[in-house]
């Protein structure tokens, strides 16, 4: 990653992961309702949104599991719908994109594939895991917005 130390790494979205996680790698953050469990990524801050859950719980961020299986994954033609962040301003690069569903939270995290894995590489039930990467590098402004990405476990990618 040459050059990046260079500039100021910020996080493209606030509070959603962390590069220094208690075992000092990357971790998404969710929150979690102390009332019923359930785990929210993007994370919940206001309210529950579990439909049957008894209320009164408090939403406490959690880091996610750090690794997942292949749900689903797709070549990224298409800028992405929400949650999934992208900068409208810049021109739209084609990447894969990968569903990964986390087995212990009970969800499906989107993201884009690290650099170097493409459709090929991957395959339905794999196991993968959550790396940080860059997003884009702003010149201007000396900040390199960071961003998760999946990749093979094992894998040289
Ligand atoms: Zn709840």
């Known amino acids: 990653m040459g050059g990046v130390l260079a500039l100021t790494r910020t996080p493209v979205v606030s509070g959603w992961f962390t590069e220094t996680a208690a075992d000092g790698g990357f971790r998404l953050l969710g929150t979690r309702c102390s009332a019923c469990t359930a785990v929210f990524f993007p994370r919940e801050d206001a309210y529950c949104r579990n439909p049957h859950c008894p209320g009164g719980g408090e939403l406490a961020e959690v880091p996610l599991s750090p690794r997942g299986r292949v749900w689903s994954y797709t070549d990224g033609r ?80």
Do not use: I
């Not at 690069?93 to 493409?118: D, F, I, K, N, S």
């Not at 991957?122 to 590098?137: D, K």
């Open 78 to 157: 298409y800028r992405p719908p929400a949650p999934y962040v992208s900068d409208p301003a810049e021109p739209w690069e084609p990447y894969t994109l990968v569903a990964v569903e986390l087995e212990a939270e009970g969800m499906v995290v989107l993201g884009q594939a690290a650099p170097g894995v493409g459709v090929g590489d991957l395959a339905v039930g794999m196991e993968v895991e959550v790396v940080g990467g860059v997003l884009n590098e702003d010149a201007d402004t000396r900040t390199a917005w960071t961003t998760w990405r999946f990749k093979p476990v094992g894998g040289d990618a």
